[in-house]
């Protein structure tokens, strides 16, 4: 274990920067770093769409962000907030109605990234490169390059469920706010311009409380997720 006199003075001594290196749930514009499938632990047929999201550079006070790898110190650190957050609250699994009609996952997921591209403006090349698989992992693999722009911000409202990690401290599990009548949960950014499709952000609506719940953080000792990647 290695003790930092630089870390003492920041954490202990109240200095430093007080934003949290972590987005944290309500209306944030970010963009997409990663966009990957993950199968949740609890259910190995499930799928989540999870993105890794970071924020517009923070030049408030002494903010440093998350070590892009913390195994590779080199690479530095982030200069925004990051966070994984889901596309939605709960996985993506086959859906059967009560008229007996099953609607596949991947179905339901290649949907979602469809009118992500669409309203990030992707859509058009994607059509045009020709951009097809036969299976929704290895057309994710080639829709990424399309899907991801490091020059691309975009409008989010974030929802989260409450959790308590293991050191104690109140975290969430982030998703993307579940769609309202004519509002969705992401916008493209366009400088100048309010969004007018995006969700405002609403406590009791967008947090889910949940009763307390061990689970392992994404940095033990400390209330900000690591997010190396």
Request: glycine share 6%; charged share 30%; hydrophobic share 35%.
């Amino acid at each position: 274990m290695a003790f930092s006199s630089k870390e003492a003075a920041e954490k202990l001594s109240g200095t430093g920067s007080s934003i949290s290196k972590v987005i944290q749930p309500g209306n944030t514009i970010a963009r997409v770093l990663d966009i990957k499938l993950d199968v949740p632990p609890y259910d190995s047929s499930s799928y989540n769409i999870v993105l890794t999201l970071e924020t517009e550079p923070i030049t408030e006070g002494e903010f440093e962000g998350l070590a892009i790898d913390k195994d590779n110190p080199e690479l530095g650190n982030y200069k925004g907030q990051v966070a994984r957050v889901q596309t939605q609250q709960y996985s993506y699994n086959d859906y059967t109605n009560k008229d007996g009609k099953t609607t596949k996952k991947e179905d339901m997921i290649f949907k979602w990234l469809w009118n992500f591209a669409k309203e990030i403006g992707a859509s058009e090349k994607l059509i045009a490169d020709d951009i097809q698989a036969d299976s929704i992992e290895d057309y994710l693999d080639a829709a990424k390059k399309y899907l991801i722009d490091p020059d691309k911000y975009i409008h989010f409202c974030i929802a989260g469920s409450e959790y308590e990690n293991k050191a104690g401290y109140t975290q969430y599990r982030l998703f993307i706010a579940k769609p309202e009548k004519t509002k969705i949960g992401y916008e493209l950014y366009k400088a100048g311009q309010a969004p007018t499709k995006l969700l405002k952000f609403d406590e009791a609506v967008h947090i889910k409380k949940k009763k307390v719940e061990k689970l392992d953080s994404f940095e033990s000792n400390s209330s900000d997720n690591d997010l190396a990647l």
